[in-house]
């Protein structure tokens, strides 16, 4: 099982594991790993009391998926979980500071959210989120977990235009059913933006929509992270035949 052992999987030239981080010096690297992306990389805002190290209120209570080049000796991807109850203990989802999600309060005791996804910047092959992902499954699956919540986020070195292009030809074929909508807390301002660009899909996005996950409402504007955050919703009952027989071994 995943809580008690690591999942392997080995790629050419690299020997690659995913699991659960099991102790706080994995959990440090994890969030060393997120501070070199999110902050060196893309400029973001964090906390400035522990430099070098993304780390908020909400990590003491996630569980944090990680994959480890063993060879290598460090960690090269991650993803923190927040499950039902831990989001209790916290007082609310992530995503709550950035969406009113009213809506999905039926689900709360069987939705888990996913977050602060990044893979270093020399493991961006598809290996690596390909095991990220096993990771996710398994543990939906072992813990009988129906719904994957999130913010996907999009770039706004352009001012946000690209992002609200890229909502805008998604939203007629993805948007979630009325009763599952979200609204942002902070919109990002579409009627001010362009909407008629050709904007790519991010890999991330395209991955979850791939997969059966809906666009759950507007973009809202993230300022510490200069993104436009896509809420998405992953049902498991909707997930796509072929994710879940390669992910989670399913065969219906």
């Not at 096993?134 to 352009?158: F, K, P, Q, T, W």
Request: net charge neutral; with cysteine.
């Amino acid at each position: 099982m995943l809580h008690k052992q690591q999942q392997a999987a080995q790629r050419p030239g690299r020997n690659l594991h995913v699991g659960l981080a099991t102790s706080p010096t994995e959990v440090l690297e994890a969030q060393k790993l997120r501070y070199r992306v999110f902050a060196d990389e893309m400029g973001a805002r964090l906390n400035p009391r522990t430099p070098g190290v993304d780390r908020d209120l909400y990590d003491p209570f996630c569980e944090h998926l990680i994959v480890r080049d063993e060879d290598a000796g460090r960690i090269v991807g991650t993803y923190r979980i927040l499950s039902p109850s831990a989001s209790r203990e916290v007082g609310s989802y992530y995503s709550e500071n950035e969406f009113d999600l009213t809506r999905l309060r039926h689900l709360k005791s069987r939705m888990v959210e996913i977050g602060r996804s990044c893979i270093d910047a020399e493991y961006r092959s598809g290996a690596v989120i390909t095991l990220l992902w096993s990771g996710l499954a398994r543990y939906m699956l072992e813990n009988n977990y129906d719904y994957l919540i999130g913010c996907a986020s999009v770039s706004m070195a352009d001012g946000g235009h690209m992002a609200a292009s890229l909502y805008n030809r998604l939203k007629d074929e993805h948007l979630c059913p009325l009763e599952y909508r979200v609204f942002p807390r902070t919109p990002l301002p579409l009627a001010a933006l362009r909407q008629d660009l050709d904007a790519e899909t991010p890999p991330l996005i395209k991955g979850y929509l791939r997969a059966g996950a809906w666009i759950c409402g507007e973009p809202a504007w993230d300022p510490d992270f200069n993104t436009a955050d896509l809420p998405v919703l992953l049902p498991v009952s909707r997930l796509d035949a072929r994710y879940a027989k390669h992910f989670m071994g399913r065969k219906d």
